[in-house]
Nanobody, 122 residues
């Protein structure tokens, strides 16, 4: 399974970006796909995941939306009302057999994309 993340860039605070995670080797409907991010000098943190229902970190709830397009074998992360503190490298991760209680745990995922940089200017 390979995951290809894209869509990052530079945006002003309050703006929007849509990240994509394209999968190959397995259909996304058979995987749990999640987004994590890592800001400079900080640990990687959970952002959102799509299992049977979406899950979000409290810091992005109401601003970010994760969705799945099975026809394109891609998972999207729509990010609205972006803040400077959203600046990070965003990684998509995929796993099979990820239980609901583990969707926020990066160790539960087998496959990782290469990361895409999101920079939000104030």
């Amino acid at each position: 399974v390979q995951l290809q993340a894209s869509g990052g860039g530079l945006v002003q605070a309050g703006g929007s970006l849509r990240l994509s995670c394209a999968a190959s080797g397995r259909t996304v409907s058979r995987l749990v796909i999640a987004w994590f991010r890592q800001a400079p000098g900080k640990e990687r943190e959970f952002v959102a995941a799509f299992k049977s229902n979406p899950s979000y970190a409290d810091s992005v709830k109401g601003r970010f939306t994760i969705s799945r397009d099975s026809a394109k074998n891609t998972v999207f992360l729509q990010m609205n009302s972006l803040k400077p503190e959203d600046t990070a490298v965003y990684y998509c991760a995929g796993g099979s057999g990820v239980i609901l209680s583990s969707v926020r745990n990066g160790a539960a995922y087998n496959y990782w994309g290469q990361g895409t940089l999101v920079t939000v200017s104030s």
